[in-house]
């Protein structure tokens, strides 16, 4: 049987390549970075004993049984609730917006209906939000916004409010209740060991070998076809330039037992240069430190250039026409497929990583099986995520 190339041990080639090999397809994975795993990539601070999330703080959640089902064959999930809370103004907030944060924010007891009839009279009615600004004014209002999302999105994307587009949060969720889950799926895990183990369990298979350290561009063997979760940009050596993206840098405190209280603290204001702060031992809560030290991140949210790691696509206009002249190169090149984060240039969730990547196995074996090419995109990245 002939042998596949995918570029990149994350999720999506890991995945990829699992259901090739368990199809009987041989494949050579190789990834630039020395560990497998992508940004998910977890390992243990050797000091500490910590589980430390290397490019930023991962939580598994999905309503999705049938990916839910599949990572689980490669591990030990521990439930985990995930909670953020926010810093803003000299006082500590709980987030998502929900009842508590408002009457924390307003002095008040107000219950549910009373909450929201508030909160109505000061949102403003936009039948269509044509920027992030408009659309925080319409879910939460004028005092909110400025407190917890005007800044901080400066802060994360760069530019002000109202030159992002409506659809970077597609709803800003405001909780008439006390829930401060943050997020809403059914499941919520950590895998009890990282998620490298997890990956590193999915490509562990006879019909896989894994190249790390080695970029696909020093590649000079043939392939049968490359499934590609690498930038669609780089793919093409940037000919028609560079798509945009934020990077994150990670400035690390090692401070004395438990820094924050909680894994994730968001810091909105404007005078304070760092998005957030994570505390990684409460990401495994499960686990003992070693040692009395624990371990904070602060996270500061850069403009991508050469060189620096792709996070998090802008997708402003000039990038969606960009993304559409790559994506009819792409249509018009032969023997490679494209996936995940970066092959789409889109912001998906681990769950949904995974979904495509099992969608897009399912369709390359159909189409080796009838002797036909694999789709260049099975998820078309112009279709917003
Ligand atoms: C800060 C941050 C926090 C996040 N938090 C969550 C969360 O809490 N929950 C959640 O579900 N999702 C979260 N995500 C999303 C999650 O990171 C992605 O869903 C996941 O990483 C997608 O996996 P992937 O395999 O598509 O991409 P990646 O993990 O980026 O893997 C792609 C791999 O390809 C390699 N590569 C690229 N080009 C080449 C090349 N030419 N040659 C060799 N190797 C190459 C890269 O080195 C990389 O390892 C978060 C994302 C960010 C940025």
New binding site residues.
């Given amino acids: 049987m002939s042998r596949h190339l995918v570029?990149?041990?994350?999720?999506?080639?890991?995945v990829v390549a699992r259901c090739l090999a368990e199809a009987g397809h041989n494949c050579l994975v190789?990834?630039?970075?020395p560990h497998v795993?992508?940004?998910?990539h977890t390992d243990e601070d050797e000091e500490t004993g910590i589980l430390v999330h290397r490019?930023?703080?991962?939580?598994?959640?999905t309503d999705d049984d049938a990916v839910l089902r599949f990572v689980q064959r490669f591990g030990q999930w521990v439930p985990y609730r995930?909670a953020v809370f926010a810093q803003t103004r000299g006082k500590v907030f709980s987030l998502p917006v929900n009842l508590l944060t408002i009457n924390q924010f307003f002095g008040t007891a107000m219950d549910p209906a009373q909450a929201r009839t508030f909160l109505e009279a000061r949102t403003l009615s936009i039948s269509k939000p044509a920027s992030f600004r408009e659309q925080a004014l319409a879910s939460v209002g004028e005092e909110l916004y400025e407190a917890f999302f005007r800044h901080y999105t400066v802060k994360q994307w760069g530019i002000e409010p109202d030159m992002l587009p409506a659809s970077v949060l597609k709803r800003l969720p405001v909780r008439f209740s006390y829930d401060n889950s943050y997020f809403h799926h059914q499941t919520q895990a950590m895998p009890q060991d990282g998620y490298t183990d997890i990956v590193r369990a999915m490509l562990d298979h006879d019909g896989i070998e894994i190249r790390l350290g080695?970029?696909?561009?020093a590649l000079t063997e043939d392939f049968a076809h490359t499934f590609y979760?690498?930038?669609l940009d780089?793919?093409f050596g940037y000919r028609l330039g560079r798509l945009a993206y934020r990077t994150?840098r990670f400035e690390e405190l090692r401070l004395s037992g438990n820094a924050l209280g909680c894994p994730v603290m968001n810091f909105p204001d404007r005078d304070v240069p760092w998005t957030r702060m994570t505390e990684h031992r409460h990401l495994s809560p499960w686990r003992r430190p070693k040692t009395g030290t624990t371990i904070v991140w602060r996270?500061y949210s850069e403009p991508a250039g050469p060189g620096s790691t792709p996070?998090?696509p802008l997708r402003l206009a000039g990038d969606e026409q960009l993304l559409e002249a790559y994506c009819n190169l792409a249509r018009n090149t032969s023997g490679v497929t494209f996936?995940?984060?970066?092959?789409s240039y889109a912001?998906?969730?681990?769950?949904?990583?995974i979904r495509r990547?099992l969608d897009t196995a399912s369709a390359a074996l159909r189409a080796f099986r009838t002797g036909i090419a694999p789709p260049t995109f099975v998820y078309d990245p112009l279709q917003k995520a």
């Avoid at 190789?30 to 970075?33: A, N, S, T, Y």
């Avoid at 490019?55 to 959640?61: C, K, V």
């Avoid at 080695?214 to 561009?217: C, I, K, N, P, V």
């Fill in positions: 570029v990149g041990a994350g999720f999506s080639g890991a190789v990834d630039e970075r795993a992508g940004n998910c490019y930023g703080p991962h939580i598994f959640h995930h080695l970029q696909a561009e979760t690498g930038g780089r793919y994150l996270e996070f998090y996936l995940g984060r970066l092959g912001y998906i969730d681990m769950d949904v990583a990547a």
